[in-house]
């Protein structure tokens, strides 16, 4: 069985997916998607992703089809539980917090950083301007939540508790962005336990192999 | 002798609405602990003690405290529904996948347009604050194209998981009941044939009356059903 995994390796939510498979020893295949071209919107893949997004996952001979990437990390983590890392936690207590975690990463992290990325990444790309009145805001915004994760972090080592699971993979795309594209590793750096925990999670193998999965642009 | 299970948030919030809807579906007894957020309750020491973000709600059971509504959610469900009886969550893996999906989908495209319509259209006025017609416009448009979607899915599927009410589904009530009945936007989700029939079939739910009922209500009170 291989999981086919449709979106750009370089893309923040299917390198989602990428790194919970690899954190589970699943194989998979990446078909990537052109969202330059605006691939994503054209019938052929709207038949598969009605919103025009990506990723989705398909495995053909199941006739089984997913997407929403932070839906798909949760299936293959049950599915799989008893194969690689244990990404769920093993009690209900556990697993509360780990979706827990997750939410807040959809909602609070991702918001503001969503935002910047749209401005400082996107939008240039697109010939338009860069609102830095937006960025500030949500850079501020970020900070906070940063801090209320530092204040976490300290006492636990992971943002479940003890152990890796999937609301701190569900951080590593964008965090990635954080500390290298959008040049704003400060707000990483500046917090001791943020920055413990992101060197930790960050030089994960399955990680690593995520980034190396990223095709190099052209010379 | 008081229920073990409280909930901490004015009902009138969306997110306590949610997990209100979910309690009173699984049929389980709870306190309602009101936060005044006008006074600012909810960035005070004492809450932040159970919320860190200063957010609305937070859950707490004998055996957990918890926040953020799409979690608690998962977490009633899982915890207290009976084994092997078809719930919120669905029977088995491949089954909930899809209503994962579903609730992520409300979650990240349906939530943010529709939330922000409900501060601009129903909570900034009785807070006597600015409305932002740009926002209006641009969300009204999103939330457009995400009903357009939803419209095509249920022309295919009863509800959005499948032949039954799921708690991707219910996640939806509390932005759709403020957009439908407390602005002038109904339109939005009345004049999409199929997206009628859905928001009609789960709004109607007794549950779902019963989290209206206690919106309504302006006394903060226990609540118990």
């Known amino acids: 069985m291989v999981v086919k995994v449709y979106g750009p390796a370089r893309a923040a939510c299917p390198q989602r997916v990428m790194a919970c498979l690899l954190e589970k020893g699943i194989d998979f295949q990446i078909v990537s998607v052109d969202l330059d071209s605006g691939e994503q919107k054209k019938p052929d893949f709207l038949a598969l992703q009605p919103f025009g997004q990506v990723p989705v996952v398909e495995e053909e001979e199941e006739g089984f089809r997913l997407f929403e990437s932070r839906a798909i990390i949760r299936y293959y983590a049950t599915k799989h539980a008893d194969q690689g890392t244990d990404l769920l936690g093993s009690t209900l207590k556990e697993q509360a917090l780990v979706n827990q975690w997750l939410e807040v990463e959809a909602h609070n992290y991702n918001e503001p950083l969503f935002a910047i990325v749209l401005q400082l990444l996107v939008f240039p790309s697109m010939g338009l301007p860069t609102d830095s009145a937006v960025v500030k805001s949500n850079e501020a915004r970020l900070s906070q939540v940063l801090d209320v994760y530092d204040q976490h972090l300290a006492k636990n080592k992971y943002l479940a508790g003890q152990f890796f699971s999937l609301a701190d993979l569900s951080h590593l795309p964008g965090t990635q962005h954080l500390v290298t594209t959008l040049g704003m590793s400060h707000l990483v750096k500046e917090r001791q336990h943020v920055n413990a925990w992101w060197e930790d999670i960050s030089s994960r193998p399955a990680w690593k192999k995520v980034l190396q999965l990223v095709p190099k642009p052209l010379e | ?225």
């Open chain 2, 1 to 225: 002798m008081a229920a073990p299970i409280k909930v901490f948030g004015p009902a009138m919030s969306t997110a306590t609405a949610r997990v209100l809807a979910c309690l009173l579906e699984s049929q389980l007894q709870f306190d309602l602990v009101p936060v005044d957020m006008s006074k600012g309750q909810h960035k005070k020491p004492e809450f932040l003690g159970i919320q860190p973000f200063g957010q609305v709600p937070a859950f707490q059971d004998e055996h957990i405290s918890l926040f953020e509504s799409r979690a608690i959610c998962r977490y009633i469900v899982d915890k207290y529904t009976e084994k092997g009886k078809r719930g919120l969550l669905g029977m088995e893996t491949l089954e909930r996948a899809s209503i994962e999906q579903w609730l992520e989908a409300e979650s990240q495209s349906f939530n943010p347009p529709s939330s922000a319509l409900v501060f601009q259209l129903a909570f900034a006025p009785r807070m006597k604050l600015k409305q932002d017609p740009n926002l209006i416009a641009q969300n009204e448009a999103k939330l457009s194209k995400v009903l357009d979607v939803y419209e095509q899915r249920l022309g295919d599927s009863r509800f959005l998981a499948g032949d039954e009410f799921t708690l991707a589904d219910l996640s939806h009530l509390p932005n759709a009941q403020y957009l439908i009945n407390a602005t002038d936007r109904a339109a939005l989700f009345t004049s999409r044939k199929n997206v009628n029939r859905w928001w009609e079939e789960i709004s109607g739910r007794t549950s779902w009356k019963k989290v209206v009922e206690m919106q309504q209500t302006p006394l903060p009170s226990s609540s118990s059903t």
